[in-house]
């Protein structure tokens, strides 16, 4: 009779729940689990890695929920089901969390407190709420090894991260290039494409926004009949607007030639724009009302279509800097050609400014049209805008270029401002933008067709829920691009369930996939190994701790290190035992003294940037293991990869699940996972999204 099921006399989950838990830890069921199987054939699991500096929510419990269900029936089954616990510990939620906590921004660092410093902070907060996972986790009955878990942060973890970029190198897929990227000014660091395309990123805005005037310099004779003549563009950034230095068309498109009048001024005007867009910017109510009857304050203004063009026809026209506040060079205020323009909205004529698009960087640069650029102190070329967002003060440029090309009168009302009230902490969204202010200017000056607000989709920063700017930054990328069609392929081998993500969500991601940003101007995270000359004619690109070690050896005999730092640690190549790994840090500022020589004798510096915390969690198979370094045949021999079966909320299809998949095909030609659920939100009553970013997350240990 002892194998009967328990009787309760009351129906008490609660109590039913601790009863059986302490059954199981008495009994350490979850131990015993893994060593009455060994030898069994092995069913692999891998655990995506939470960040531990923030509590867990709700939607933990069910992605939990239903990883354990699989791993406990295959367990069931016969076979070995190992359950590795990690540690996210890396990137912009510890950065963040650690800047709020001691009351500084990133500009501070370096500057009130040391870098040095500042990644001790974020190492110690990092773990802050360990105690919380771990009895959530033992709460639930989730069975994973929480005792031996793999940190993101261990220079183990990182030497295997180091190994597969050498990898990426070898194959000519890690290069460095000068492009319009994601950027958050709020994180200050570039974002890759999948960041900004998890849940919640892109979303509904109300901005103002302006059709502007551009005067024409050279017209056709009939556009100068009548008034004066415009070609006019619209554009939901006016902030962009003192960066232009080209206007777009489309060559098949068809232009028209329109006598009106201007509805804030009452100036006569001819207005070029396309023609399927006609109706949204003139009221055909209008179109049978002389031009002479208007009068200024009407409602219904005038118009009259006077002539009819190809984009084609209006190709290499000029038109007068729309706002004159720096000059740019020749080559600038000209109509270009471009395939991407379309009439679904605006005017089918693109406002251009090549330092805040990547299209607009292409065509222009395709046309032979300059950028508009400053020069600063240190006399770099930078765009209008600063890292943090706002116009470039007077005294942050170089004083001779003030004096030969910037209109000091008119840039230095505006100089200093934010071009989003969510970078200026000392405004709100009540506050004039400069948006606002920057279309009064123009309407005052008789530059603007027509201002409103406008709701449209807009990009904003992951983890600081501020909006996003495409801004021009110095990157490392991995061209993904190149191996888009293997992973393709390989995507069809996978089961996904829910089917859809797969061959959805997933797959037309893959479809569309861009080349992954992967340097990040931070400080807390995994360095990137590459090192380089001054004039960047030679580099190196580092794989192991062994390899930085024998290369420091060489720098100390060209003269250019005093001694090796890891020697004087006492550390020791080849041995890969955990306290040896202690006795060094692979983390900046260290990493960053590290001077190299070149093969020509030159001093070769470390390149700045981080990688992509992604890429962390994503070499999660290879570096839970130390991988080649340590249980190189485990792998190779696929006992421990790839994984039968990996499970995630829907949020990680384009961030775990494409990073994993991308890894893996560039590097080892291969799938990561085999089997894949990806499980819903959990919604409150408002139907927000739970965020790991919330002020009051959804704890499931407060319920």
């Not at 069921?29 to 655990?47: L, N, Q």
């Not at 969204?429 to 008789?446: Q, R, T």
């Amino acid at each position: 009779m002892s194998k009967r099921f328990a009787e309760h006399s009351q129906f008490d989950l609660s109590e039913v729940n601790k009863e059986v838990l302490k059954k199981w830890d008495e009994n350490s069921v979850f131990a015993k689990s893994m060593t009455e199987r060994e030898g069994c054939p092995s069913f692999v699991f891998f655990e995506g890695p939470p960040s531990a500096n923030g509590m867990p929510g709700i939607h933990h419990v069910m992605a939990r929920s239903i990883k354990d269900i699989f791993c406990r029936y295959k367990t069931m089954k016969g076979f070995q089901v190992k359950r590795k616990a990690g540690w996210d510990t890396h990137g912009l939620p510890v950065e963040l969390g650690v800047e709020k906590a001691l009351g500084i921004t990133k500009e501070d660092i370096g500057k009130k407190i040391t870098v040095a410093e500042y990644n001790a902070a974020c190492r110690k907060d990092v773990m802050k709420f360990t105690k919380e996972w771990e009895d959530l986790t033992h709460k639930m009955g989730y069975w994973v090894d929480m005792n031996d878990p793999y940190i993101t942060y261990d220079n183990r973890y990182i030497e295997t991260l180091w190994w597969l970029l050498k990898q990426l190198y070898k194959k000519g897929l890690l290069y460095k290039g000068y492009t319009i990227q994601p950027y958050s000014p709020a994180a200050g660091t570039g974002l890759s494409s999948h960041e900004l395309n998890q849940p919640g990123c892109y979303r509904d805005v109300k901005d103002t926004t302006v059709v502007a005037q551009f005067l024409m310099k050279n017209p056709k004779p009939e556009m100068s009949a009548w008034g004066t003549p415009y070609f006019i563009a619209w554009t939901t950034t006016p902030w962009t607007l003192p960066s232009n230095t080209a206007l777009c068309v489309g060559p098949k498109i068809d232009y028209v030639a329109v006598q009106s009048y201007n509805a804030y001024t009452g100036e006569p005007i001819t207005v070029v724009l396309a023609k399927a867009l006609l109706n949204t910017h003139f009221n055909p109510k209008a179109a049978e009302i002389a031009l002479e009857d208007y009068k200024p304050g009407d409602k219904l203004v005038p118009f009259k279509v006077v002539a009819e063009y190809k984009g084609t026809d209006l190709v290499g026209m000029e038109y007068e800097q729309l706002i004159p506040w720096v000059n740019p060079g020749e080559g600038a205020f000209r109509v270009i050609p471009g395939d991407y323009v379309t009439t679904e909205d605006g005017t089918g004529i693109v406002h251009i400014a090549p330092t805040f698009g990547a299209d607009d960087a292409l065509v222009a640069k395709n046309a032979g049209v300059p950028p508009l650029q400053l020069i600063n102190k240190k006399g770099e070329l930078r765009p209008m805008v600063d890292l943090t967002g706002k116009f470039y003060t007077l005294d942050e440029l170089d004083e001779s270029f003030v004096n030969q090309s910037v209109n000091v009168e008119l840039y230095k009302e505006y100089a200093g401002r934010f071009v989003k009230n969510a970078y200026d902490p000392t405004l709100t969204e009540k506050d004039e933008s400069l948006d606002v202010s920057i279309c009064m200017m123009m309407k005052a000056s008789n530059k603007a067709f027509k201002i409103e607000k406008h709701v449209h989709n807009y990009p904003h920063c992951w983890r600081t829920d501020k909006p996003v700017l495409y801004y021009p930054l110095d990157s490392w990328f991995i061209r993904s691009t190149a191996c888009k069609e293997r992973m393709m392929e390989l995507n069809k081998t996978i089961n996904w369930k829910p089917e859809s993500t797969g061959t959805g969500r997933f797959g037309k991601w893959l479809e569309n996939l861009n080349d992954w940003n992967l340097s990040r101007s931070r400080y807390w995270g995994t360095p990137l190994p590459i090192w380089r000359t001054e004039d960047n004619s030679e580099e190196i690109c580092i794989e192991s701790v062994e390899e930085l070690y024998n290369e420091i050896e060489k720098s100390v005999a060209a003269g250019l290190m005093a001694s090796n730092p890891y020697k004087e640690k006492g550390f020791v190549p080849g041995e890969y035992n955990q306290d040896n790994y202690e006795k060094i840090d692979l983390h900046r500022p260290y990493v960053d003294d590290i001077i190299l020589v070149s093969k020509e004798g030159k001093p070769m510096k470390r390149e700045l940037d981080l990688i992509d915390v992604w890429f962390d969690s994503g070499a999660m198979p290879y570096a839970q293991i130390h991988y080649p370094f340590e249980n190189k045949e485990l792998l190779d021999s696929n006992q421990v990869y790839p994984a039968d079966f990996i499970a995630e909320g829907v949020d990680q299809t384009r961030g775990w699940f494409f990073t994993l998949h991308a890894i893996a095909t560039m590097v080892f030609d291969s799938v990561s996972y085999k089997a894949v659920i990806s499980n819903g939100w959990c919604s409150i009553k408002t139907v927000i999204k739970c965020r790991k970013d919330w002020a009051m997350p959804l704890t499931p240990l407060a319920r």
